[in-house]
């Protein structure tokens, strides 16, 4: 099951909020007519009518925004943002020695990194943590940092990953 985002869950909200404005004053408007047929309300009720109406356009719009940014991707997928900008390495020059150059990556990331390597680039995660050096989120944050530059990768072993450098 997919995890909603803070915006999308206000968005729907706001969706439901405003067809709940709308309807009831719409309600409101031809269950007591008063002396005259149709619509009839005050200028208030007029008032929160069209803010509904106007809610509910802008909590659509929102809605479609978000589907089309969800499908679309980020910037650095599509390739729009170049890859000093992006922390990209798909157009930086690759050393020709067999080992990655590292000199883009920042100080954690690199630190990380070279554990790795110092442990002959294949390591479990949770011995990554054990080490004591970060904790078990920010080696989390660390690994995906370092998976989306396409230095390592991981591999479900068990309760962990098993996280191997790439060569």
């Not at 997919?2 to 729907?12: D, E, G, L, Y």
């Not at 000199?103 to 110092?118: F, G, P």
């Not at 390591?123 to 989120?137: I, M």
């Amino acid at each position: 099951m997919r995890k909603a985002s803070a915006s999308s869950v206000i968005a729907v909200g706001g969706t439901i909020a405003s067809l709940a404005v709308i309807v009831l004053m719409l309600y409101r408007a031809l269950a007591y007519p008063g002396d005259a047929e149709g619509l009839v309300l005050s200028a208030t009720g007029w008032l929160i009518l069209v803010a509904g109406v106007a809610c509910l356009v802008l909590s659509l719009a929102m809605l479609g925004y978000m589907r089309h940014m969800s499908a679309s991707g980020t910037p650095e997928e599509k390739g729009d943002v170049p890859a000093e900008a992006s922390g990209s390495v798909q157009d930086a020059q690759i050393p020709t020695s067999e080992e990655p150059d590292t000199s883009h990556l920042k100080d954690d990331e690199r630190r990380l990194y070279e554990i790795i390597a110092e442990r002959g680039g294949e390591v479990l995660q949770r011995d990554l943590v054990a080490t004591g050096e970060f904790s078990k989120a920010k080696v989390t944050r660390l690994l995906d940092k370092l998976e989306g530059k396409e230095l390592i990768k991981r591999e479900r072993h068990g309760m962990t990953n098993m996280v191997k450098l790439v060569r």
